[in-house]
């Protein structure tokens, strides 16, 4: 049986989705950065049915944490590559690395503005 191209992108994309599912584990797993992103998440998620926000609330949450959890998982991939690359303590590879860490902080305080948003009235 040959092989058409159909069957050869079907295949790569279920082997894709199998390796992001591997990486979403391993980031809960072994990172503690995403091990508290997702603690908080969860948290936010409890609150959101506890106050009983609104779709549109939901949907901007929603996007708020899965922007936070992506951003942070990039965060760590550089880290990783920087590391990788030039192991010792080096000035540029700091930089990368603080760049990145920075990234992650203005995702996080967006999302903390959006949850002071919808939850402060609320109280």
Do not use: C
């Not at 049986?1 to 994309?13: L, N, V, Y």
């Not at 779709?55 to 590559?81: D, K, P, R, S, Y």
């Amino acid at each position: 049986m040959t092989k058409t191209k159909k069957d050869s992108f079907i295949k790569g994309r279920i082997k894709g989705g199998y390796i992001a599912i591997k990486g979403f584990f391993l980031l809960i797993k072994q990172e503690a950065s995403i091990q508290v992103q997702a603690t908080i998440a969860i948290l936010i998620t409890i609150a959101g049915f506890y106050f009983h926000i609104s779709t549109t609330e939901w949907i901007v949450q929603i996007l708020a944490i899965g922007l936070v959890m992506g951003v942070e998982g990039i965060n760590t991939a550089i880290e990783e590559i920087a590391d990788f690359i030039h192991p010792e303590h080096h000035p540029k590879i700091g930089l990368i690395k603080d760049l990145s860490a920075g990234a992650v902080f203005f995702t996080a305080l967006a999302a903390i503005i959006i949850a002071a948003i919808i939850y402060i009235p609320k109280l």
